[in-house]
Nanobody, 120 residues
Framework: QVQLVESGGGLVQPGGSLRLPCAAS????????IGWFRQAPGKEREAVSC????????YYADDVKGRFTISRDNAKNTVYLQMNSLKPEDTAVYYC?????????????WGQGTQVTVSS
């Protein structure tokens, strides 16, 4: 069964850090570009960060640049989103997905999401 599974979410204070793994099963992540997306209550889903299959290209939304880092460990079939200096506005459900193209378009596989809440 093809699956993407996110984990690592939780409640963190402003200024804190979380690392979100996105683990693949049933297929090999090596050949896929992966994106992290988030959706806050009442808002549309937005792309946060993406990484190419070759690890040569990355994308970051303007409001996470310098705070979030995307990386991949193909040996573990996992992509990570390291989130530092978290802000209350980062509160959302975070999803990983396979993506393609220069605009990082979702290509069909999605995880179930993990909740990130930034609050004091």
């Amino acid at each position: 069964q093809v699956q993407l599974v996110e984990s690592g979410g939780g409640l963190v204070q402003p200024g804190g850090s979380l690392r979100l793994p996105c683990a693949a099963s049933g297929f090999t992540l090596d050949y896929y570009a992966i994106g992290w997306f988030r959706q806050a209550p009442g808002k549309e889903r937005e792309a946060v960060s993406c990484i190419s299959s070759s690890d040569e290209s990355t994308y970051y939304a303007d409001d996470v640049k310098g705070r979030f880092t995307i990386s991949r460990d193909n040996a573990k079939n996992t992509v990570y989103l390291q989130m530092n200096s978290l802000k209350p506005e980062d509160t959302a459900v975070y999803y990983c997905a396979t993506v393609y193209g220069s605009n990082w378009i979702p290509s069909g596989y999605w995880g179930q999401g993990t909740q990130v809440t930034v609050s004091s």
